[in-house]
């Protein structure tokens, strides 16, 4: 069972068919990295993935089960978590309360329980903030615990963005151009969080980037996408040379001669 | 029977006019800034005053009145622009809204202080009330007929103005996409704040010619609730949405009132737009108000 | 200048966010609790009415302040409350029961109303809203059988026990104590996943859904629970005029509960309360400066509601926070004494964010 594959996923907005076709695999543990040019449908499969989308046809399957039909909602309880390019953030709220939004799933007290706030409440709440400070030492966010999200730097707001997925305990991780906006020492600094995501955490990894440094440091395989069709896939040394890619995306460097 | 359904049908189209009209200030000042004015009823509602004190206070001619009320509305609207409104800009929508009602509540107020105006109720004497148009069998009484000559006559005049003044193209660019109407040199702010002052005039139009069917108070601008279904029924980005909206109002309440049990007729209008929400929850023809992640 | 040093993950779940706090509100709850010692009936009366607003200043802030659902008819649901006390007290239902049955009427009937909500947005939803306002209305009226229509209905003072809240104090105190219940309740909701799920609704649906937030059930259920409380408000307000009909709940009363809720602060409990405050005292306030005014002016009717309309844009414009953010700059002035920079709270300059596709 591959663990994570879309089948002939495709979707059309009135005349533009965004997504055509598109098939690939994502092992269990990997590092798998979708590039392509602006406007090549990247994101729109990020959001077929996550259901905002409905696909006009396709089918998604995870851990073998066929999500394609489910709401968005069912999609992180079935353990898939998602970062967006433009940030949305909870921006009034603190990044201590936005990550605790993440253990959204793992809650297991009710209304009125909480209305009451009971004693197993008070627990419930101390044992969730727990597990979301080892997501803020990961990610050396301490200083930023109660700043509201509005304030900080984009770069900052991506950080969290990071962190509140990671809470949510996923098995599979989206990561929608984690480096964008990112300084050269801040996108250092992904790629490590990015790599210990996947050897201590164990969470595989599905992203979109442009910044290649960074996609071929950890990716282990690499798929390019253009025009909302495949165009090659392998591992990011095979994809560099690749014609194809190079003509679409990389660029053929005839204007440097 | 069919004269019975007819006569409904153009009283409906009738009232249904003022509706739309409101609505069509409404629904442009919502193209053009993305705001919600609440207070469209209560534009409308001094407006009726204003043509009321230039008929009957001051004596002036029926249509001299029209003139000066819309110019001294248009004025309202571009002060209410200037002063309040561009202080909000950048607010989130519901401050917005906020403040709109705020201005409602505070025209009401005014309106009910001004001691020619107070909280009598005033009849609007115009040139065609009283007479009474009969053809076919069917009657159409003066006041009625006035209210969709100038709606006809009013939507000409902005379907001409929209689609070649240069204002009116500039007012378009400005409602899809401020940022690329200032590089193209369309002085955006102005553009709204004129805007403004033409959604007031529409308002006033709309009191004016009101104000025989329903007299001039200051609770009128309650009618102008009736703006909200009209203009989600048209679907707020359409200006003849608007106008269409308000018809539709119109007639269901013309013939709920004589058809159905009393009471009905009040609430007919937004029963309806419960229905069409439920069912499409982005109006009739509206546009998709989803964000793009 | 106040700093906390937390050691401890309870510090940041409490109500009370240190000793301080604490102590500042058991003396205003000792103040409340005193207050018909020293103030005569008639203060007492409006300090009843200041409660019964402020718990529907919290439902409805429950819904539009945290949960981002606007609703410009909530009067409804004072309506629904009101008139379900009203009839299960005349079908011999006792009080607390008839409380809690209006709270799980009003819920239902805001259950209800919140199930198209899910699909309907924004400006739609609160239209959506004013229309069941003006529908329900109507309804109270046709169905007179049950409501009376538009003869109202009449109620007996509240009985606990068979002891009667007849006294201006007792009924002061019950008001009090039911506000004091409705705000810890609402309190410990938004300090736990409930609150915050409210919250990442109004801040951003989409991400609040890849979170495994469920819009459909928290939308309902901020409709329902915010309806309930506003229900529960509703039936006090059935108590205290004893006289209940259908256009005491018409949508300009839904209007004034938002516009109450807006400049008292939107965002927290506290603005709902200090919106309850300046509604129920703007009369007094009205009546106190009329000495100074022209004749003219200082009779009329009409000029609360031109007092209301110009004080409310004034807010918006220039105090966004509401009476609340006043009262925060207020004590930080002294807090921070002399080290305060009107800096501080200085906002910035936000462009229009478009809400439409492109």
């Known amino acids: 069972m591959i663990f994570f594959q879309t089948e002939d996923l495709s979707i059309r907005f009135g005349g533009v068919l965004a997504v055509n076709s598109m098939s690939f695999g994502v092992d269990k543990g990997e590092i798998f990295t979708i590039i392509g040019p602006n406007g090549a449908g990247k994101t729109t499969i990020f959001n077929l993935i996550s259901l905002i989308y409905r696909p006009t046809s396709g089918r998604i399957f995870f851990e073998g089960k066929d999500l394609t039909k489910n709401r968005p909602s069912d999609v992180a309880r079935h353990g898939i978590a998602r970062t967006f390019q433009n940030i949305e953030l909870f921006e009034h709220e603190t990044v201590l309360k936005n990550m605790l939004v993440g253990r959204h799933l793992k809650r297991r007290t009710t209304l009125w329980e909480q209305a009451l706030f009971l004693p197993k409440v008070r627990r419930e709440e101390i044992m969730h903030r727990d597990a979301v400070e080892k997501v803020i030492d990961f990610l050396d966010l301490q200083h930023y615990r109660d700043s509201v999200v509005k304030n900080l730097p984009y770069g900052v707001q991506k950080i969290v963005e990071l962190g509140r997925a990671l809470c949510t305990e996923p098995k599979l991780l989206l990561l929608d151009e984690p480096s964008s906006g990112l300084n050269v020492e801040e996108t250092d600094d992904m790629a490590f969080w990015i790599e210990d995501i996947k050897k201590d955490l164990g969470i595989t990894v599905l992203m979109i980037e442009h910044d290649m440094s960074l996609v071929n440091r950890v990716s282990d395989r690499v798929l390019a996408v253009n025009e909302g069709c495949v165009l090659a896939s392998g591992t990011p040394a095979q994809l560099v040379a690749h014609p194809d890619v190079i003509a679409a995306y990389l660029g053929t460097g005839e204007n440097d001669k | 029977m069919l004269n019975q359904v007819l006569q409904l049908a153009l009283s409906g189209v009738a009232i249904g006019s003022v509706y739309g009209l409101i609505a069509l200030g409404f629904v442009l000042v919502y193209k053009a800034t993305e705001i919600i004015n609440f207070s469209q009823g209560e534009l409308m509602m001094l407006g009726a005053f204003a043509g009321f004190t230039f008929v009957s206070l001051l004596g002036l001619p029926y249509w001299v009145s029209f003139i000066l009320s819309i110019a001294f509305m248009f004025l309202i609207g571009v002060l209410l622009d200037l002063i309040v409104l561009r202080r909000i800009l950048g607010h989130s929508a519901f401050s917005i809204i906020m403040v709109t009602i705020g201005f409602g509540y505070f025209m009401r107020g005014i309106v009910s202080m001004i001691p020619a105006w107070g909280t009598d109720t005033y009849n609007l004497p115009t040139p065609f009330s009283g007479s009474v148009l009969r053809f076919g069998g069917l009657a159409l009484s003066g006041e009625y007929l006035s209210v969709i000559v100038m709606t006809i006559i009013i939507c000409v005049i902005l379907f001409c103005f929209f689609k070649w003044s240069r204002v009116g193209v500039a007012m378009q660019a400005s409602s899809q996409n401020q940022l690329a109407a200032y590089y193209m040199g369309i002085p955006v702010r102005r553009v709204n704040t004129l805007t403004w002052g033409i959604c007031a005039a529409a308002a006033t139009f709309a009191g004016i010619l009101l104000a025989p069917i329903t007299f001039v108070h200051s609770n009128m601008g309650f009618v102008g609730l009736k703006a909200f279904p009209a203009a989600v029924l048209g679907g707020f980005g359409s200006l003849p949405g608007a106008i269409a909206g308000g018809i539709i109002i119109g007639l269901i309440e013309s013939f709920s009132g004589f058809y159905l049990p009393e009471g009905i007729k009040d609430i007919s209008a937004y029963v309806v737009l419960l229905i069409v929400l439920v069912i499409k929850p982005n109006g009739l023809f509206g546009e998709r108000l989803t964000k793009k992640v | ?358």
């Open chain 3, 1 to 358: 200048m106040r700093f906390i040093f937390k050691t401890d993950y309870d510090q940041d779940i409490k109500l009370f966010k240190h000793a301080g706090a604490k102590f500042w509100y058991a003396v205003l709850l000792a103040v409340a609790i005193a207050a018909p010692a020293v103030l005569g009936k008639y203060y007492i009366s409006q300090l009843s009415f200041i409660c019964i607003y402020s718990i529907a200043g919290v439902g409805l802030m429950l819904l539009s302040g945290y949960a981002g659902q606007i609703s410009i008819g909530h009067a409804a649901f004072l309506a629904v409350g009101g008139y379900t006390e009203a009839i299960a007290v005349k079908m011999g239902l006792p009080f607390p029961l008839s409380l809690i049955l209006s709270f799980i009427v009003a819920g239902l009937i805001g259950i209800i109303i919140g199930l198209p909500a899910i699909r309907i947005k924004g400006i739609y939803l609160a239209i959506a809203t004013l229309a069941f306002n003006f529908i329900l209305e109507e309804v109270l009226v046709r169905w007179s059988s049950v409501t009376g229509g538009n003869n109202g209905l009449m109620l007996d003072h509240a009985k606990l026990f068979g002891v009667a809240f007849k006294s201006t104090d007792s009924f002061y105190y019950l008001s009090l104590a039911i506000l004091v219940i409705v705000i810890v309740g609402v309190l410990n909701l938004l300090r736990s996943f409930t609150g915050r799920s409210f919250v990442a609704i109004r801040d951003s649906q989409i991400s609040a859904q890849s979170m495994g937030v469920d819009l459909a059930k928290y939308k309902t259920m901020a409709f329902g629970l915010s309806a309930g409380i506003t229900g529960i408000a509703g039936s006090l307000y059935a108590y205290k005029i004893r006289f209940i009909s259908p256009e005491q709940f018409g949508v300009m009363v839904s209007i004034e509960l938002l516009m109450m809720i807006v400049i008292g602060g939107i965002g927290s409990l506290h603005g709902a309360v200090f919106g309850a405050i300046f509604f129920i005292s703007l009369p007094e306030l009205i009546s106190l400066v009329k000495n100074y005014l022209p004749e003219a002016i200082a009779n009329q009717a009409g000029l609360q509601p031109t007092i209301f309309g110009f004080i409310l844009i004034c807010v918006v414009i220039f105090q966004p926070e509401g009476i609340y953010g006043w009262w925060i700059k207020i004590r930080s002035y002294f807090e921070m004494f002399p080290f305060y920079r009107k800096a501080t709270f200085k906002r910035t300059k936000t462009f229009m964010k478009s809400d439409r596709l492109s």
